[in-house]
């Protein structure tokens, strides 16, 4: 079976911080991942996604992952935060076997002003 | 501008009623989805929808029933057999091509009375 980890449930930062937010999958062939984020009263957006090719992706506001296959991971990074930030995190594995989308569990993202 | 609607945004319930969530997408998407976001769980998969007249049981589908009659709708019931129905429902479609993202609705928030 598919899953997808992400430790951390409630980060908090104050602006100018740099994140990361990890996330885990297990799945042993060709995987799909995605980060979406949901901001307070509104619905899921795509914030960036891997297919295959350069393992470090760029996605909107500045946000970036890394896909390290040897390390089952695909980690959210962003050099410095800011208030509008805040939002719950989720990191998804598209497995076109199953043509399913497995989510993690979110990481909610508190930035302090 | 196309997107996907669902309605209503608030619903309540009285225990032992079924009641049906509207999905709606003017996307030309062939998949449509139903997830359940509780807290802490992230999103899990309760049913999906590859073709017209055609649907999977997800990760949860007990006490819940879909039909895909027209590419365009996945209404969700919610039957009387879920002895925990209250949750935020979120509807998603995407395109048929393997790996493309999913687009979300604004959700319905479903809460028994």
């Known amino acids: 079976a598919q899953s997808v980890s992400q430790h951390n449930h409630h980060v908090i930062l104050s602006e100018a911080a740099s994140l990361e937010l990890g996330c885990n999958y297990s799945?042993?062939?060709?995987?799909?991942l995605f980060w979406y984020v949901q901001y307070p009263g509104q619905h899921l957006q795509l914030l960036l996604k891997?297919?295959?090719?350069?393992?470090l992706v760029k996605g909107i506001k500045g946000f970036e992952a890394e896909f390290i296959k040897s390390k089952f991971s695909f980690n959210l990074r962003k050099p410095s935060v800011q208030w509008s930030d805040t939002a719950e995190y989720f990191c998804?594995?598209?497995?076109?076997?199953?043509?399913?989308?497995?989510f993690g569990s979110g990481t909610q993202l508190t930035v302090l002003p | 501008d196309g997107g996907i609607t669902q309605s209503p945004k608030y619903l309540f319930r009285k225990e032992g009623q079924n009641v049906t969530l509207s999905c709606e997408q003017n996307?030309?998407?062939?998949?449509m989805y139903w997830y359940r976001q509780d807290p802490g769980q992230g999103l899990r998969l309760i049913y999906y929808?590859?073709?017209?007249?055609?649907?999977q049981k997800g990760d949860i589908a007990e006490g819940y029933s879909v039909s895909r009659e027209k590419k365009e709708s996945f209404p969700l019931t919610v039957t009387s057999a879920q002895k925990n129905p209250t949750a935020f429902y979120l509807c998603?479609?995407?395109?048929?091509?393997?790996?493309?993202?999913?687009?979300f609705g604004d959700g319905t928030r479903l809460s028994i009375l």
């Open positions: 799945y042993g062939g060709t995987v799909n």
């Open positions: 891997y297919f295959s090719g350069d393992p």
């Open positions: 998603a479609s995407k395109p048929g091509l393997q790996g493309e993202p999913q687009h």
């Open positions: 996307l030309n998407h062939d998949a």
């Open positions: 929808s590859q073709i017209v007249n055609d649907f």
């Open positions: 998804a594995l598209y497995r076109g076997s199953a043509r399913q989308l497995t």
